[in-house]
C-alpha cells in the first residue's frame, strides 16, 4: 500500500506547501444569492407603442366611444402625428418599443406589449391602459404634434389618483416619469420648456384605466425637423430605451418582487 509521506500530508492541508511556504486555496462557489441578478429581475413592464399603423384603413372603429377612466368617454384611438418628411409616430412608436423590450428583457424584466403589430387597428385606449394589470408598471411612448414647428423636446405625464389607481399608485407614478425625465436628459435628450416639469393629466384614458404606476412618454416634436430626425434614428431609439430601463430601476429596482 502507497503511503503519503509527512511531508506530502503537510502540503494537503491548505495554506501550506511542502517547505512550509503559504500556499493559494480555493474559494467555495458563490451561492445563488450571492450571484448579483439582473436590476429588473422579477418585474412586469408593460409597454404600448401609441397608434397603429392601421388606424386610418379603420375610422369607424377607432371613432367609436370608449371609457376615459374618469366617468366619461373618449373616442377609441386616433391616428397620431407624424413628422413633415412622413415618419408617422405609430411607427416611431413600434420601433422604439422593440428597443424598450429589448433593453428591459436584458435587464432581466418580463416585457408584456399592448399590440402585437403596427398594421392593425387599436387597440383602444381604455384597453391599453387595463391590459398593464397584471404588470408592475406601465410605460405608454408616444411623439408629439404641435403645429409651432419651432417647439422641440420632450415631456413626461401622469394622472393623479381618482381614476383606476389610488394615492400610492399616483405617487409612484410621480416618482416614475421624473426619474424618466431625469435619465432622458443624462442621455442627451431636451425636455421641452414649455413643460418644466412633470405634467399631471386627468384627460388621458390610458393613464386614468391604468391600476398600476404609468407613464406617458411624449418624446420629442415630430413636427420639429430636429427632434424628428433624433426620434427616427436609432440612436435616439436606444437611448429611449435605456432611459426607461435607468428609470424603471430607480424606482423598482430594490423592489421587484
Not at 458563490?30 to 379603420?58: K, Q, R, Y
Request: net charge negative.
Amino acid at each position: 500500500m502507497v503511503t503519503s509521506t509527512s511531508a506530502e500530508r503537510v502540503a494537503d492541508q491548505p495554506g501550506d506547501s511542502a517547505d512550509g511556504s503559504p500556499t493559494a486555496t480555493s474559494s467555495p462557489a458563490a451561492s445563488p444569492e450571492e450571484i448579483s441578478a439582473p436590476p429588473l429581475s422579477g418585474l412586469t413592464v408593460a409597454i404600448d407603442p401609441g397608434h397603429n399603423g392601421g388606424n386610418g384603413a379603420h375610422p369607424d372603429t377607432i371613432s367609436a366611444d370608449v371609457p376615459d377612466g374618469r366617468g366619461g368617454t373618449k373616442a377609441c384611438n386616433t391616428v397620431g402625428t407624424s413628422s413633415d418628411d412622413g415618419y408617422p409616430e405609430h411607427r416611431f412608436t413600434w420601433e422604439t418599443a422593440q428597443e424598450v423590450q429589448t433593453a428591459l428583457s436584458d435587464a432581466g424584466a418580463e416585457v408584456v406589449m399592448s399590440r402585437s403589430s403596427d398594421d392593425s387597428a387599436g387597440p383602444c385606449v381604455d384597453e391599453r391602459g387595463r391590459f398593464a394589470d397584471a404588470a408592475d408598471a406601465l410605460v405608454s411612448l408616444h411623439g408629439n404634434g404641435t403645429e409651432d414647428r419651432s417647439a422641440r423636446g420632450f415631456h413626461v405625464i401622469t394622472a393623479p389618483a381618482g381614476g383606476r389607481a389610488g394615492d400610492d399608485t399616483a405617487r409612484t407614478s410621480e416618482a416614475l416619469g421624473r426619474a424618466l425625465a431625469e435619465a432622458l436628459e443624462a442621455t442627451g435628450f431636451d425636455r421641452n420648456p414649455a413643460y418644466d416639469d412633470l405634467v399631471v393629466r386627468t384627460d388621458l384614458a390610458t393613464l386614468n384605466n391604468a391600476a398600476v404606476p404609468a407613464v406617458m412618454l411624449e418624446a420629442g416634436e415630430m413636427r420639429n425637423a430636429e427632434d424628428a430626425e433624433l426620434l427616427e434614428s436609432r440612436q435616439g431609439q436606444e437611448h429611449i430605451a435605456e432611459a426607461v430601463v435607468t428609470a424603471l430601476t430607480a424606482v423598482f429596482g430594490d423592489a421587484a418582487p
